[in-house]
């Protein structure tokens, strides 16, 4: 079972939160968990004052309404799914969301896609949330598809050189398959590889490489990357209602082609940041990704991840 005990559902106040509401509702039944609703709202314009009662009393009700719904859908009572409302204002809403995270110790957030034009990739104030959130971030977009049809993927490098990276991996499992129990039960996990020196080898006519052993070299990857894989799976001990897409190409072409082509809902990846450098805190690679997404995300960060936002 996903363990979070401290959830936070954030909204703009003008979006529908079905998605991101029925989640959150889920996990803190399942869970037992506290369950906070944030509302960030643009700064209220001055000239407009005597209308905000309303206007958070409007966002508040409507809430209210769709919180009895999906308590309703889970056969949830208030008791059972309790939870503390607050309506905010900021200009800078993904600081205020992370200090806010900060401050009160949350350990997952969930919260609806801000709508884009393109379905793949995310707006800004996502983004940033993804890249400096100190907790595990849902990042649901919108679907139709009922609990039982809906499609899980977690993305794996076996190949890290570090403990934090090897932990990381595990968690990313646990959570997808606990995930996917939670869903139909199938986990599908991603893992690329690649040889990157095979193009610029034989296309490089001063190094002459025989194309055996070339060949030889780039089976050997790719059976050196399978052989990590199925350790960290057995490591975990999955051993049922999965399966695993062992795919040569870049991480940035082949996982969201990946997503397309399997109708994967949700996926679980890490975002690994470099440490040493400022304002570094997402990896290249899973930058990529992020951009090419049509999928619910689920990030994780790896132990050890210092946020640059500070709490004051």
């Not at 959830?7 to 029925?22: A, D, H, P, Y």
């Not at 072409?253 to 940041?273: A, S």
């Not at 992020?290 to 640059?308: E, R």
Request: aromatic content about 8%; some cysteine.
């Amino acid at each position: 079972m996903l363990n979070f005990k401290k959830i936070l559902l954030v909204s703009n106040g003008m979006l529908e939160v079905k998605n991101s509401l029925k989640h959150a509702v889920r996990l803190a039944h399942q869970n037992q968990a506290k369950l906070d609703v944030l509302i960030v709202c643009p700064e209220f314009p001055k000239e407009l004052s005597e209308y905000k009662p309303v206007f958070e009393f409007s966002i508040a009700d409507k809430f209210k309404h769709e919180l009895k719904a999906t308590r309703s859908e889970f056969a949830a009572n208030e008791s059972d799914v309790a939870l503390n409302f607050k309506i905010e204002y900021s200009s800078i809403p993904s600081i205020y969301i992370i200090r806010h995270i900060i401050k009160n110790g949350y350990d997952l957030l969930i919260k609806d896609a801000e709508k884009i034009d393109d379905e793949r990739g995310f707006k800004a104030i996502d983004m940033d949330i993804l890249r400096k959130c100190p907790c595990p971030a849902w990042i649901s977009k919108a679907t139709h598809k009922k609990d039982h049809e809906k499609n899980i993927a977690v993305a794996i490098d076996p190949l890290s050189p570090t403990a934090e990276g090897h932990s990381l991996s595990l968690h990313l499992l646990e959570i997808s398959r606990s995930l996917a129990d939670t869903y139909n039960g199938k986990l599908k996990i991603i893992s690329c590889w690649d040889y990157i020196f095979e193009e610029y080898l034989s296309r490089n006519m001063s190094v002459k490489v025989d194309t055996d052993d070339l060949v030889k070299f780039v089976n050997a990857t790719s059976q050196h990357h399978h052989d990590a894989l199925n350790q960290l799976i057995q490591e975990f001990a999955i051993t049922e209602n999965y399966e695993v897409a062992h795919v040569r190409g870049s991480p940035d072409e082949v996982i969201p082609q990946f997503i397309t082509e399997n109708d994967i809902d949700i996926l679980v990846m890490g975002t690994v940041g470099r440490s040493g450098i400022p304002g570094f805190v997402i990896g290249n690679t899973a930058e990529n990704v992020l951009q090419n997404l049509n999928c619910s995300l689920i990030a994780i960060k790896p132990n050890g991840f210092m946020t640059p936002i500070k709490a004051y």
